[in-house]
């Protein structure tokens, strides 16, 4: 009996050490997938900027060309 409680006194802390350590790591992912959606929001952004700036070209040209 002292042995199982002897086991559950040092497993304890590394399971708790264990939970902080994977938690962290997860919060990290979370930032870098916010990040990236981010990035490739700005990007669909400007590619969407440009479009619209070759339709404004190409209705000009139609109608003063």
Do not use: N
């Not at 199982?4 to 264990?18: E, T």
């Not at 404004?56 to 139609?62: D, E, H, M, N, W």
């Amino acid at each position: 009996m002292s042995k199982l409680i002897w086991i559950i006194l040092v497993l304890v802390p590394a399971v708790l050490f264990l939970k902080s350590f994977f938690t962290l790591r997860s919060k990290k992912r979370a930032q870098a997938v916010s990040s990236f959606k981010k990035q490739l929001d700005y990007l669909v952004w400007v590619v969407l900027f440009l479009i619209a700036c070759e339709l404004v070209y190409f209705i000009g040209t139609l109608i003063f060309g």
